[in-house]
């Protein structure tokens, strides 16, 4: 498996997780993957059988966005965050919220966006309140989730790219 296709999680203190990951396309695609309605809703699927069915962005510091997903069996899971910082094609600073809390409470998200050459390598960090909260989130299975939404990414990344 080459680096592109591994999701690398680690815990670097008690309220944190790093995710990262490379992508096969420059960052301002990745970017717009990110801030675009009409393409998160390609991706950002989760979990087989899952649908974006709410996908509202506005990206711009102290924007809002709002994502409502669609379960096979009529389940469904929202979550709300606020934009801090919109830098093109960079970096975002969020917080976010889910419906139903889950235990996680509110997150502080920094998600960094590194060209290396035609390359992006993704970093994003998830600042919980506490450590509870932190674990809380592990144990939902969300990078099981993570790790099939960015393989639906990186076949949209090819899509847009011609590839």
């Given at each position: 498996?080459?680096?592109?296709?591994?999701l690398?999680?680690?815990?670097?203190?008690?309220?944190?997780?790093?995710?990262?990951?490379?992508?096969?396309?420059?960052?301002?695609?990745?970017?717009?993957?990110?801030?675009?309605?009409?393409?998160?809703?390609?991706?950002m699927?989760?979990?087989?059988?899952?649908?974006?069915?709410?996908?509202?962005?506005?990206?711009?510091?102290?924007?809002?966005?709002?994502?409502?997903?669609?379960?096979?069996?009529?389940?469904?899971?929202?979550?709300?965050?606020i934009?801090?910082?919109?830098?093109?094609?960079?970096?975002?600073?969020?917080?976010?919220?889910?419906?139903?809390?889950?235990?996680?409470?509110?997150?502080?998200?920094?998600?960094?966006?590194?060209?290396?050459?035609?390359?992006?390598?993704?970093?994003?960090?998830?600042?919980?309140?506490?450590?509870?909260?932190?674990?809380?989130?592990?144990?939902?299975?969300?990078?099981?989730?993570?790790?099939?939404?960015?393989?639906?990414?990186?076949?949209?990344?090819?899509?847009?790219?011609?590839?």
């Amino acid at each position: 498996m080459s680096f592109s296709t591994t999701l690398t999680v680690a815990t670097p203190s008690d309220l944190e997780v790093t995710i990262e990951r490379m992508f096969d396309a420059p960052a301002d695609m990745v970017f717009d993957c990110y801030t675009k309605p009409d393409l998160v809703r390609r991706w950002m699927t989760g979990m087989d059988g899952w649908w974006v069915s709410t996908c509202d962005i506005d990206p711009r510091p102290g924007g809002t966005y709002r994502y409502v997903w669609s379960g096979p069996n009529g389940e469904s899971m929202g979550l709300k965050g606020i934009f801090h910082e919109v830098e093109r094609p960079v970096r975002l600073v969020t917080t976010e919220s889910f419906d139903d809390d889950f235990g996680m409470g509110k997150m502080l998200i920094e998600t960094a966006f590194h060209a290396e050459n035609d390359r992006t390598r993704l970093k994003q960090t998830i600042t919980y309140e506490s450590k509870g909260q932190r674990d809380a989130s592990l144990a939902t299975g969300m990078t099981d989730g993570m790790g099939i939404s960015f393989a639906s990414l990186d076949a949209l990344l090819a899509e847009l790219a011609g590839k």
